[in-house]
Nanobody, 125 residues
């Protein structure tokens, strides 16, 4: 069982930065791929990025590549998302996710086992 709680959302001007954190509980946290997804109003939830259990091989959606960075600290059961050069179109609720299957967390969000409740990021123009 893994429980996830996001923090760090807020309002920021375009071009600014935010850092989201996700605190996980459970002794097996380090066995999971960790991902970030987002859902804008009226749109479907979309993949933002993921990081492997070891902290290596991060992957990003093309829309955020070069601007967002994922990191994790298994000793602290946390995963973070650094959001730089924010744009108004980055406005969304950002969700942390944990899943043991790479295929699910990368291509099939409906199959992801654990989700946080989300953190709202609003980017003003």
């Amino acid at each position: 069982q893994v429980q996830l709680v996001e923090s760090g959302g807020g309002l920021v001007q375009a071009g600014g930065s935010l850092r989201l954190s996700c605190a996980g509980s459970g002794r097996t946290f380090n066995l999971y791929y960790m991902g970030w997804f987002r859902q804008a109003p009226g749109k479907e939830r979309e993949f933002v990025g993921l990081i492997s259990w070891s902290g290596g091989s991060p992957e990003y959606a093309d829309s955020v590549k070069g601007r967002f960075t994922i990191s994790r600290d298994n000793a602290k059961n946390t995963v973070s998302l650094q959001l730089n050069s924010l744009k108004p179109e980055d406005t969304a609720v950002y969700y942390c996710a944990a899943e043991q299957s790479y295929g699910s967390i990368r291509y099939d969000p409906g199959g992801v086992e654990y989700w946080g409740k989300g953190a709202l990021v609003t980017v003003s123009s």
